[in-house]
């Protein structure tokens, strides 16, 4: 009984061109010019907050980040007053954050296992 063989496939190999890394680089730059890159408008308002925050984290005045706003969103329903209550918002969660030196005592006494006398005492000896 005889064995067939095994006959394997040979795919043609195609050399690619040689190009420079610079005409590469030059090609790639000249894509980039032409192609314009658009912010993409959302449909409802989603996540005004989440932009909202980060414009103010940016420094963004009230005025700025409703102008940003209306541009991300491509829609005038979000208005002046919606962003000064953003910001009323945003000011509240800042203060809240923020530890008064009793409560960073308590937790650094917290990690090293003592009391709030002993943390004192230390810091003095610096």
Not at 8 to 20: H, I, K, L, N, Q
């Amino acid at each position: 009984m005889a064995r067939a063989k095994k006959l394997s496939v040979v795919e043609p190999v195609v050399e690619a061109e040689a190009t420079s890394l610079p005409s590469m680089l030059a090609q790639v730059s000249a894509l980039s010019a032409e192609t314009e890159v658009k912010k993409a408008k959302s449909q409802k308002n989603e996540n005004v907050w989440g932009n909202v925050k980060m414009l103010f984290d940016a420094g963004k005045t009230n005025k700025e980040t409703l102008a940003e706003i209306h541009e991300m969103y491509g829609n005038t329903s979000t208005s002046y007053a919606c962003i000064a209550w953003y910001r009323n918002k945003y000011n509240k969660l800042a203060k809240s954050d923020k530890m008064t030196v009793e409560q960073l005592l308590n937790q650094v006494a917290c990690q090293f296992g003592q009391d709030q006398d002993w943390v004192a005492s230390q810091l003095s000896k610096v």
